[in-house]
């Protein structure tokens, strides 16, 4: 024991409401700053399949790259680098990376790994 309880003592938590005056689609803004970021990383590819931007694409498929947000909005505060990486696109064309991370269960899986190894390489 010997923890001061009386400090500890909260009988009424505030609510959280409030917490965060934020919409989602502030927390999901991708500034300028964290763009340049993650581009500098994935250096002109695609950093699931390593698609090279402006390469021919035999599917026709990939149009050029797009920063994916590897969370749900709504579960970050603001967006970091750590937070999107450089993926191949459109999201609207099944098939390429951007898609699949945002609309298959493959593809959220392989974010959430990805933000994971992102956040242990920033430290
Ligand atoms: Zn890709």
Known sequence: MGRNLANEWNPAPKP?????????????????EVYDE??????GRCEWCGWA??????????WGLEAAHLIRRRNCD????????????PST????CHNKVDYTRDGRQWAANYRQALKKRKG
Request: charged share 30%; net charge positive; hydrophobic share 25%.
């Open 16 to 32: 959280q409401y409030g917490r965060s005056k934020k919409t989602a689609k502030e927390r999901g803004r991708i500034t300028k």
């Open 78 to 89: 603001e967006t970091t680098a750590q937070d999107i990486a450089m993926l191949c696109g």
């Open 38 to 43: 993650a581009a500098h990383r994935a250096q």
């Open 53 to 62: 931007a402006g390469s021919v694409d035999q599917t026709g498929r990939r």
């Open 93 to 96: 064309n099944t098939g390429t």
